[in-house]
Structures are given as C-alpha cells and as structure tokens.
Nanobody, 122 residues
Framework: QLQASGGGLVQAGGSLRLSCALS????????MGWFHQTPGKEREFVVA????????YYAGSVKGRFTISRDNSKNTVYLQMTSLKPEDTAVYYC?????????????????WGQGTQVTVSS
C-alpha cells in the first residue's frame, strides 16, 4: 500500500515536500514515479526514479524545480517541489512499478497511492 502525504496550499514561488510511504512491501523492488492530475484531464507524468535511485527522469515542465529522491531503508520516496507555480496545482499521485525504471507511462505502474492535493496560489 502506498500512502502519499505532504500536500497543501502554498503561494507561488514557495516549496513543498511530498512523501510516499510503502507499507507491506520492500521499496527497493520498485521503480517509483509521481504523476499529477487536474479535473477533466488525464493523469500526467511528473518524475520517476529507478529502483536504487541511480536514474531519474523529469517532465520538462518541472525539470530544475522538482527533485525526486528515495530512502529505501525507510520505504519512502520524496518529491521536493520548489519555485512552485499556479499551474502545478493538481492532485499528486505516487506509483510503483516492478519495472526497474525510470518509467514515464502510467499504465506501466502496478500500484498507486491515494493522491495528495497541491494548491499553488498566485
């Protein structure tokens, strides 16, 4: 089970750190990713990281502003978001894939967390 947390309301230019904790499993078995979704739109890729964190891949819109990391000893993946923009407003989902990763396509993921809302005010 994946549990995402850390969302909230922040002003443009601010920062948030999202966490995604895995329970009942071993995080190092999974490539991990973050996606976001706004009403009426499909879930979009944000960033992904390989099983042990050697490889990452970022969507162009967040590159240089967001950083994904993982602590397999804590079974937790993090998404540090800085220089937030109103267009970053969305529900953010973490996901796990048995593939080594980093994987950009949502159908490749096997497990999904429940989502955490991020709202960036202008």
């Amino acid at each position: 089970q994946l549990q995402a947390s850390g969302g909230g309301l922040v002003q443009a230019g601010g920062s948030l750190r999202l966490s995604c904790a895995l329970s009942g499993g071993t995080l190092s078995r999974y490539g991990m990713g973050w996606f976001h979704q706004t009403p009426g739109k499909e879930r979009e890729f944000v960033v992904a990281i390989s099983r042990v964190g050697y490889s990452t891949y970022y969507a162009g819109s967040v590159k240089g502003r967001f950083t994904i990391s993982r602590d397999n000893s804590k079974n937790t993946v993090y998404l540090q978001m800085t220089s937030l923009k109103p267009e970053d407003t969305a529900v953010y989902y973490c996901a796990a894939t048995f593939s080594g990763g980093p994987i950009m396509t949502a159908p490749a993921y096997d497990y999904w967390g429940q989502g955490t809302q991020v709202t960036v005010s202008s």
